[in-house]
């Protein structure tokens, strides 16, 4: 259900390192992590989850992937359903969040979006980083790579990501994109190939590869 590639001498060293990605939509988050999975040689986890996730629940694949795209309303309403017989939404929520964890014990990967980097915040070997990137770059990735239709497409970039921070602020401390969340972040209009180098540069020198 993942892609995991051949490690090469360094990304053999990195034992059980997981870095997550949080990103701005169309600034290329996903392609980066992809591209630093390849890197390292390890598991890279994305669209996967929804799959992972199914399978632990025996929900549809349509259905998990509609619970991932509906904004809950508050941190406040997240405390609320715990206290309470949990929705179908909080069940595949929270079998998520378990796929997300075990997948973090079993070995070293590269985790994009799902608010990764708040379920793992404790994980002692890891690495969160936030990407973003200038709107217009965002929109002509949005629009060509992507292929999203587009009739206003600043307006289009802001409901994106107006969804995942409404996920995210659920069940983070701090606000989706605020640093505090992370260990760094990352203009990508210096490129794709190029942000995934300065993120292993990093992760190699925070763990003495």
């Not at 307006?155 to 409404?166: G, I, N, T």
Request: glycine share 6%; aromatic share 10%.
């Amino acid at each position: 259900a993942s892609r995991i590639y051949n490690p090469d001498r360094e990304g053999r060293n990195m034992e059980n390192v997981i870095i997550t990605i949080a990103r701005q939509h169309g600034s290329g988050g996903r392609l980066i992590g992809e591209c630093l999975a390849k890197k390292m040689g390890i598991a890279y986890y994305d669209k996967e989850l929804i799959s992972l996730t199914a399978k632990k629940t025996g929900f549809a694949l349509d259905f998990v992937k509609e619970v991932e795209e509906k904004q809950t309303a508050s941190f406040l309403y997240s405390i609320y359903a715990a206290a309470t017989v949990p929705s179908v939404y909080e069940q595949a929520r929270n079998a998520q969040f378990a796929v997300i964890r075990e997948l973090a014990e079993q070995g070293p990967c590269v985790i994009v979006g799902r608010a990764a980097d708040c379920i793992l915040k404790n994980f002692p070997r890891s690495v969160h980083v936030f990407i973003h990137a200038p709107l217009d770059e965002r929109i002509r990735r949005a629009r060509d790579d992507y292929k999203e239709p587009m009739d206003n497409p600043e307006r289009a970039l802001q409901k994106k990501d107006k969804s995942r921070a409404a996920f995210y602020n659920t069940y983070s401390e701090y606000p989706w994109g605020d640093i505090r969340n992370y260990d760094m972040a990352l203009n990508s209009s210096i490129g794709i190939e190029k942000s995934a180098d300065i993120i292993w540069d990093y992760v190699k020198a925070k763990f003495g590869a």
